[in-house]
């Protein structure tokens, strides 16, 4: 379980997480247990792509806003009871 410490830390079975205002892809990768080649393709997709920036000139090194990302999860996300109604064909 994942609770968040006074000093602003994420604590997990792997890794400990900062809290702070921009994420790097490796830093959403551990934060959403999924790969930075996945953290990569959602950010390149067409439609609603993960919102991160590059500064101007720069072609690596890219980072999301905290509350873009919590943004776009909400809006790219369900509840797990209604994930489970879908799959049993329930509405």
Known sequence: MRQTTNAGRI?????TILIKEYYSVEEVSRLLHISERTVRELA????????????FGQQ???FIH????????E???QLVRDAAKKQMGQA
């Not at 604590?11 to 890794?15: C, E, I, P, Q």
């Not at 390149?44 to 500064?55: A, G, I, Q, T």
């Open 66 to 73: 905290r509350e873009d990302l919590m943004d776009w999860l």
């Open 11 to 15: 604590n997990g079975s792997r890794s």
């Open 60 to 62: 690596r090194n890219s």
């Open 44 to 55: 390149h997709r067409e439609e609603d792509p993960l919102p991160f920036r590059l500064l």
């Open 75 to 77: 809006s790219n996300s």
